[in-house]
């Protein structure tokens, strides 16, 4: 083919030579799709055999390595000394009292987390209950105000009793509401049972009356005073008269 190629190139003149080039190479990629099958069938083989070889050398190389490493652990083996027993129990008691000192240290640190949380608690605890007693004694500011007034502007020698003694009454009215207010906002409610019945939890039972016709046994016939709640639990039973059981 090398010979072909000088041969054309020499007699083309220069004016012809490059188009006539370019057919020639046209004719040469014919002719290298054109190869034998056998010779590209020998070319596959020689490359499978390559990958083959070189298969073959990784594999060697592994277990190499391998036999290498197996080799380095036994004289590893080796080198350590064999304990006596003794010297092999001394180890298990180092090694034993080192699991204790760290699960001594461990059980301190946590006694130390817990009693932390127990002071923070009680630290948040205090304070919600200073504040709500300050909230509460502020309340009460008021109602206490407003009794001083009455008290300090009182005439007992008034000329006109009767107004004096309407002024004092709306003054004492307009008291109680302030002090109903300061009551509210703590959620203590007034607990007036008369005519219910007898609940142990909420009354406190003063005296029994008498059965008399139209009366309910075992229910509260008077109230002498008001029993109060805060938040749902009793904050004060109620002092109460019940009425007796019918008679046979």
Do not use: C
Request: zero cysteines; hydrophobic letters at 30%; proline letters at 5%.
């Amino acid at each position: 083919r090398t010979l072909l190629r000088t041969a054309f190139s020499r007699s083309l003149v220069p004016s012809a030579r490059l188009s006539q080039t370019r057919q020639f190479r046209s004719s040469l990629f014919m002719l290298d799709k054109t190869e034998d099958p056998e010779n590209t069938q020998n070319e596959k083989q020689t490359e499978d055999q390559t990958d083959n070889r070189a298969d073959q050398e990784k594999n060697q190389e592994t277990n190499e390595a391998k036999q290498q490493k197996d080799q380095e652990t036994k004289e590893a083996k080796k080198e350590e000394p064999k304990l006596t027993p003794e010297e092999e129990l001394q180890a298990n008691i180092k090694a034993t009292e080192k699991a204790v000192a760290e699960a001594k240290q461990q059980y301190v640190l946590s006694i130390a987390d817990v009693e932390n949380a127990r002071k923070q608690t009680k630290h948040k605890v205090e304070l919600t209950k200073e504040r709500e007693i300050n909230h509460f004694a502020s309340t009460l500011l008021n109602f206490n105000d407003n009794l001083q007034s009455l008290v300090d502007t009182a005439n007992p020698e008034h000329p006109e009793p009767a107004k004096e003694l309407k002024r004092l009454y709306d003054g004492v009215k307009t008291t109680k509401e302030h002090l109903e207010k300061a009551f509210s906002a703590q959620d203590i409610v007034e607990d007036n049972p008369e005519g219910k019945p007898f609940d142990p939890r909420h009354h406190n039972a003063m005296f029994q009356i008498p059965y008399f016709e139209g009366a309910t046994p075992n229910h509260v016939g008077q109230v002498i005073n008001s029993g109060y709640t805060i938040k749902s639990r009793v904050l004060r039973t109620a002092n109460v008269g019940v009425f007796g059981a019918k008679p046979q």
